[in-house]
């Protein structure tokens, strides 16, 4: 079958897992947009950490600006999926990432989850298939969802 059959089948198995997004479509009501609308909430807080930091350190920081924004943006992600399976902007949206059993992250799969975020944005093609994954796949998953067996619902939606 190929080099890619066991995660081809780890996929399987956990999207069998998941709520159905027709019979219990309040799972998924609107996650698309409010994914979006926390991206960039997020991503104006992470400017703003950022630009907090530049004085703090004497303005040097503007010699390395893009590696302390994704420093920054790295450890916001993580921190955010690890305590509350879900970033400030995606708690903001009512939004939260379950794992295959409905269970919110851990920090070790926060950890991977936001790796598998950067590197999917540090690359072109696996950012639009990850973008089009999430517009168009039917829980809405991106690429490190479907990869890890992670779905992002409505808070306070547990299966």
């Known amino acids: 079958m190929g080099p890619f059959s066991s995660v081809l089948k ?7 897992t998941f709520p159905d997004p027709v019979v219990q479509s309040q799972y998924y009501n609107g996650v698309p947009a409010k994914r979006l609308l926390a991206w960039v909430i997020d991503t104006i807080l992470i400017v703003i950490v950022v630009g ?11 010699f390395f ?9 790295f450890l916001y992600r993580w921190i955010g999926l690890a305590r509350h399976s879900a970033t400030p902007g995606m708690r903001v949206m009512g939004v939260a990432f379950r794992d ?6 851990d920090a070790p799969t926060a950890f991977a989850h936001v790796l598998g975020y ?6 072109v093609f696996p950012q639009i298939l990850s973008v089009l994954l999430m517009g168009f796949s039917r829980r809405g998953q991106g690429l490190s969802d479907q990869v890890l067996g992670t779905v992002l619902i409505n808070q306070g939606q547990i299966y």
């Open 10 to 16: 780890a996929i399987a198995m956990y999207s069998s």
């Open 52 to 62: 907090l930091i530049v004085p703090f350190t004497g303005f040097l920081a503007l």
């Open 65 to 73: 600006l893009g590696g302390l924004y994704l420093l920054v943006n």
């Open 100 to 105: 295959a059993q409905g269970y919110p992250l």
């Open 118 to 123: 950067s590197l999917s944005v540090a690359f």
